[in-house]
């Protein structure tokens, strides 16, 4: 569903300036270019010594011991949701001043606004100043933004999801014309003044710095894996079938569980995954000899590519997915069509909790990984987080600080009177309390409540057992516990990396000729063709580019 | 003889067919029928499936794994629950709003203008003319046109659904042509009589042009109906969306995005997306005035396309 309006377009606006009435394309001071990348960009790369002095300094602020401690960027575990409450906010964030706008992105059916939602009136009289948010759809956030920005009109707050900063080109002059720099408020001992900004962890607050400058508070992932490959644990028990140890073991179940006469496929979508049981990179990996090698090099890529196709070629993925890229996958496992397909972990617990209601047996589970032929998997996952919250330049310095004192609020940990209202609103009015303490939300706070809150605050991720999902944090932890140790480590971490245009254009395409590839609707022996096509046209530029950017911070 | 074959002649036979035309073969006919039925249904079939989804229970959809296509049982929760935040009917009422104000607005905006470049005689006629066309060549930019509804203060209101895409040349140009047209005589002989511009806008070329106005009309309407873009750009405020709007964040909701190749974990956010039946009922929401409407304009809407076809 692209959006089209005529005239959105870089390429138009240079017409404009070309025939002279650029004018109006570069009105209000300067050319930031807003639209797409523009084709000459070549990257740039900031070094991780640079990021590293401007960082808060980390001062953990954990009320209550996990259950399960989660190792590293993995979220502790809750099994039961605390009694007693504390205050961990006593001085009231809000010194009176106008009303905040926030913008952050929701994927869904909006909440009413500010003056209409119950939520919202009791969370800002708690702050003492109104916040008033402004959802905008997840899926076309880069357009909006796109226009925001190059127009110079931004809100109070500004949350951006990590994957559209990557795609705006040029993000460093923009943050530093629109945003405000946040390094004095918050670096090193600074930090304090606002204690659960400083205890967001220091892996997220890396990806936070601008040209040398801290430029946004982070929203920490609490989740770094990017896939799971889940599966009807139900319908395999019911079956007798095991979890497969093995690609062959995978096939084999695959036919077993296929039964196009009942309309059961066993797979959807599942070649990321395959990738990693095969043991392929996510993208770069280090050569033994020096320099960066692409994943469409190494052998085991060509390998899962075949063993994906081989299930495509015998029958087994279900064919909405054979036919199309915009398969309801989810429904058609919620159904029992598929068995297993790819999903981020993100999508278990709610698909879980839906679901258990329709059909008390039904249980989805990541599929234990395992290796190809031998080898280890490797799991593709990345700290990075999920948003950014900017703040608009030239508010002066008692309006930044009271929105600092904002997302600290917004920031609270789990076990705090602040977290519950958060996350779950007025008891009675937006939750109920179930037996075991844990609040359930009402039909009033499903309706009211869009993460206004939590999207522009950081908060450090925890996972809190609760009632319609009993056994989720310790399977979900569990598998993250488990599985930590095989996650590929980003070569990247900490370098803040703005891509070439080149490159950035070549993925899109490439992937597509793969799929068709997987279809089999172009031979296997064609890999080689794509290779070359890709390593021509900007892979190359691509390699060099990541080469310089590991050179340049001695890794 | 001649006297009772004349009448039956002129009149057409129950079967349809003039006197000199062959009844069709079975297969002829057959295969005739076999198409029709096939195009009535890729037509139908879609909006069927849509409906009968809409009033399935949860269950239902379950075990279709998805699109029902036979209903089992009405079940409306779908559509109560849809009313019941009130964020759809405000949606509609914008959207209808929108559609008949702007129709209204983009029609009056067009006819005058194309009646006024239609005039040889007309102030600055060539260079406006040019002006408009030019713009099917060079379009203005996201930023700029951001840039000028923002400054206009139009930001949040349902004219910045409106304003920005008021005129079309397309169809300016597609009823200038038309009225360049009518023949001049009638207009002289109006002007003999004493009307002004205005009157013989009025009362002749726009009687002339009822066929070609409806279809405007109706790509206008439909139009505004539809625009989506606009508000992603201009509306900040949730309250203002326009169905459209609501419509994709119904669609779309719980996809988690997904990355360069990996899915993107949100937390919380997937948790609670709204079922198929809810989505669909609100695609039946979106449609229906559509379905509506078209009927009463579908009579000028052939009159006008083969009018425009010959005449432009």
Redesign the interface.
């Known amino acids: 569903?692209k959006?089209?309006?005529?005239?959105?377009?870089?390429d138009?606006?240079s017409?404009?300036r070309l025939?002279g009435?650029g004018t109006?394309?570069t009105?209000?001071g300067g050319t930031l270019a807003?639209?797409s990348k523009e084709a000459g960009s070549k990257g740039t790369a900031t070094k991780a010594d640079a990021i590293r002095s401007v960082l808060p300094t980390y001062k953990p602020a954990e009320l209550l011991k996990p259950d399960i401690p989660g190792e590293g960027p993995i979220p502790d575990g809750y099994l039961a949701y605390p009694r007693q409450l504390v205050d961990a906010v006593t001085e009231q964030p809000g010194r009176g001043g106008p009303a905040i706008r926030t913008?952050s992105p929701?994927?869904?059916?909006?909440?009413?606004?500010l003056g209409?939602n119950s939520y919202l009136a009791a969370v800002n009289a708690k702050l003492g100043v109104d916040v008033d948010p402004?959802?905008?759809?997840?899926?076309?956030y880069a357009?909006?933004l796109?226009?925001?920005l190059?127009?110079r009109?931004v809100?109070d707050l500004l949350s951006i999801?990590?994957?559209e900063v990557?795609k705006i080109a040029r993000f460093s002059d923009a943050a530093k014309a629109l945003f405000e720099d946040l390094t004095d408020h918050l670096k090193g001992d600074a930090a304090a003044t606002y204690p659960y900004l400083a205890s967001l962890p220091t892996g997220a607050w890396e990806y936070s710095v601008w040209g040398g400058r801290l430029a946004a508070v982070p929203f920490p992932?609490?989740?770094p894996?990017?896939?799971a490959l889940f599966h009807r644990k139900d319908l395999l028990d019911k079956a007798g079938l095991a979890a497969p140890t093995s690609p062959e073991e995978l096939h084999e179940l695959g036919r077993k569980l296929t039964d196009p006469a009942k309309?059961v496929w066993a797979f959807g979508t599942v070649f990321?995954m395959v990738q990693q049981f095969f043991g392929c990179q996510?993208?770069w990996r280090k050569k033994p000899g020096g320099g960066l090698e692409h994943k469409y090099e190494n052998p085991a890529f060509a390998a899962a590519l075949e063993f994906t196709a081989k299930l495509f070629a015998d029958g087994l993925v279900h064919p909405d997915t054979v036919s199309s890229k915009g398969a309801?996958e989810?429904?058609?496992f919620?159904?029992?069509?598929i068995v297993m397909y790819?999903?981020?972990?993100?999508?278990w617990?709610?698909?879980q909790?839906?679901q258990t209601k329709?059909?008390p047996s039904f249980n989805m589970q990541p599929l234990p990984v395992f290796g190809a032929n031998g080898g280890k998997p490797l799991i593709?996952?990345?700290e990075k987080p999920?948003f950014f919250t900017f703040v608009k330049k030239g508010l002066g310095k008692d309006r930044v600080g009271e929105l600092l004192r904002v997302l600290n609020w917004c920031a609270a940990p789990f076990g705090s009177r602040e977290f519950e209202l958060r996350?779950y609103g007025v008891e009675g009015k937006h939750f109920t309390r179930s037996a075991d303490g844990s609040p359930a939300?009402t039909e009033l706070g499903?309706?009211e409540m869009g993460?206004q809150y939590?999207h522009i605050g950081g908060r450090v991720?925890v996972k809190v057992r609760s009632a319609d999902t009993p056994n989720y944090v310790q399977e979900y932890l569990g598998y993250y516990n488990k599985n930590i140790g095989l996650m590929e480590k980003d070569l990247f971490a900490g370098i803040k990396l703005e891509l070439p245009a080149n490159w950035s254009k070549l993925?899109q395409p490439t992937?597509d000729k793969l799929r068709d590839i997987l279809r089999g609707r172009r031979p296997l022996s064609d890999l080689e063709a794509v290779k070359k096509e890709f390593f021509a046209t900007g892979g190359e530029e691509g390699r060099a580019f990541h080469e310089k950017a590991l050179a340049d911070n001695g890794r | 003889m001649t006297v009772t074959t004349e009448p039956a002649a002129r009149r057409r036979p129950r079967s349809g067919r003039a006197p000199w035309e062959e009844p069709p073969s079975p297969l002829g006919a057959a295969t005739k029928a076999v198409l029709l039925t096939l195009l009535v249904a890729a037509v139908l079939l879609p909006l069927w499936v849509v409906l009968v989804t809409s009033l399935a229970s949860?269950?239902t959809?379950?075990?279709?794994?998805?699109m029902v296509l036979v209903p089992r049982e009405v079940d409306p929760s779908a559509y109560l629950t849809i009313f019941n935040?009130?964020?759809i009917s405000r949606a509609v009422w914008i959207s209808t709003l929108v559609t008949v104000v702007g129709t209204a607005l983009s029609l009056t905006l067009t006819v005058l203008a194309a009646y006024g470049l239609s005039r040889p005689g007309s102030v600055g006629h060539r260079g406006l003319l040019f002006f408009f066309l030019l713009t099917f060549l060079?379009?203005?930019?996201?930023?700029?046109?951001?840039?000028?509804v923002?400054g206009l203060g139009l930001k949040d209101s349902i004219w910045s659904l409106i304003l920005p895409s008021a005129i079309s040349v397309f169809n300016l140009v597609v009823i200038r042509a038309f009225f360049l047209n009518i023949p001049g005589e009638l207009l002289d002989s109006a002007r003999v009589d004493g009307a002004g511009e205005l009157r013989i806008l009025w009362r002749i070329a726009l009687p002339l042009s009822r066929a070609v106005v409806a279809v405007v009309g109706l790509f206008y309407a439909v139009g505004y109906w539809n625009a989506?873009?606009?508000s992603?750009?201009y509306i900040?405020?949730?309250?203002m969306?326009p169905i459209q709007?609501?419509l994709?964040?119904?669609i779309?909701?719980?996809?988690?995005?997904?990355?360069?190749?990996?899915?993107?974990?949100?937390?919380?956010?997937?948790?609670?997306?709204?079922t198929?039946a809810v989505k669909m009922a609100v695609v039946v929401v979106t449609v229906i005035p559509a379905v509506i409407v078209f009927p009463f304009v579908q009579r000028h809407f052939t009159k006008g396309v083969i009018t425009g076809a010959v005449k432009g």
Do not use: H
């Open positions: 569903m959006p089209s309006l005529p005239g959105v377009s870089t138009r606006r017409v404009l025939i009435l109006a394309a009105l209000g807003a639209c913008m929701w994927w869904g059916p909006t909440p009413p606004t209409k402004s959802l905008q759809d997840g899926t076309t357009d909006k796109n226009a925001m190059g127009a009109d809100p999801p990590n994957w990557d992932t609490d989740g894996f990017g896939w309309g990321d996510q993208i309801d989810k429904q058609l919620k159904s029992g069509k790819q999903d981020g972990l993100g999508a617990q709610g698909m909790s839906e329709v059909l593709w996952g990345s999920i996350e939300l499903r309706r993460a939590t991720p993925l992937e | 949860r269950e959809i379950d075990a279709a794994g998805g935040g009130g964020q060079i379009f203005p930019g996201l930023v700029p046109s951001y840039l000028v923002a989506y873009f606009n992603v750009l900040d405020d949730n309250d969306f709007r609501v994709q964040s119904y779309l909701a719980g996809q988690s995005p997904s990355v360069s190749g990996a899915a993107v974990s949100l937390p919380g956010i997937t948790a609670y997306p709204p198929l």
